[in-house]
């Protein structure tokens, strides 16, 4: 039943948080049981804790799952369609082509955060994630994206 539901709304590869599959019909360590039984069976596949996703098949048989920037992408940037977040600092120069430099840290400004300014480590990568004040984040990119290209 879970399987299905998962099959249904979620692609091979893409990112599944514990707290998106959550509704509050079952309880959690039910739910817990049945994602550590799909895992078993190899329907699904742990990614960090929360965190899992359908193994993507590939021509040589092996099970290729998300990246740790594709994991932050879903996680902070855009969930479920809607823009929650942009990157800063040298990765959004890099994005935009004036720098060549590709940042450790990859910094990002999100809505989906609540509380201060922290470094979080998804997989090997690092992210410093900060919280925006604003309540469209889209409106601020728009805005940086302009003043980067006026040269304001």
């Known amino acids: ?47 960090d ?6 193994p993507k098949k590939t021509r040589l048989k092996s099970a290729v799952g998300p990246t740790a920037d594709t994991v932050a992408k879903y996680r902070f940037i855009v969930k479920n369609g809607k823009v929650d977040g942009f990157y ?14 590709v940042p450790h840290v990859v910094e990002i400004v999100s809505n989906n955060t609540n509380s201060a300014p922290r470094d979080v480590i998804i997989g090997n990568r690092k992210f410093n994630v900060k919280n925006h004040l604003q309540p469209s984040p889209m409106k ?13």
Do not use: H, W
């Open 1 to 47: 039943m879970i399987y299905n539901y998962i099959k249904d709304k979620y692609k091979e590869g893409e990112p599944i948080f514990f707290s998106d599959i959550y509704d509050g019909t079952i309880s959690k360590p039910a739910l817990t049981q049945q994602l550590s039984t799909l895992c078993k069976k190899g329907l699904l596949v742990k990614y």
């Open 49 to 54: 804790n929360g965190i899992y996703y359908i």
């Open 88 to 101: 800063t600092g040298n990765t959004f120069a890099n994005q935009i082509g004036i720098s060549t430099q």
């Open 140 to 152: 601020m990119f728009t805005y940086y994206k302009c003043c980067i290209y006026c040269r304001i």
